[in-house]
């Protein structure tokens, strides 16, 4: 799959995970921050998008810890929280 059409099916399926709050925090840390990832991120998003919302949404705020093979700069990055834009 090229490049662009990847883009597109991630972009998708970070915004249709089933409810609002993970719409917000993992399509909004995707639209924000992608540009410059490489294919080794895309590929660890990727991967991040088949965990349960609930346990990626934890990890992002700190609830519950962080499993070894989702530690590194990405989840920091997510960890941040500071990319969500919610529409008034």
């Not at 709050?21 to 990727?46: C, K, N, P, S, V």
Request: charged share 30%; no cysteine; net charge negative.
């Amino acid at each position: 799959m090229d490049r662009d059409n990847r883009i597109k099916r991630l972009r998708f399926r970070a915004w249709h995970r089933g409810t609002r709050e993970a719409d917000y925090m993992i399509g909004g840390y995707f639209d924000r921050l992608h540009q410059d990832w490489d294919d080794i991120a895309l590929t660890w998003f990727e991967g991040l998008l088949d965990q349960e919302d609930v346990d990626i949404m934890g990890w992002a705020i700190g609830t519950i810890p962080v499993p070894i093979e989702w530690q590194g700069p990405m989840m920091e990055r997510m960890q941040r929280i500071d990319y969500i834009d919610i529409p008034q």
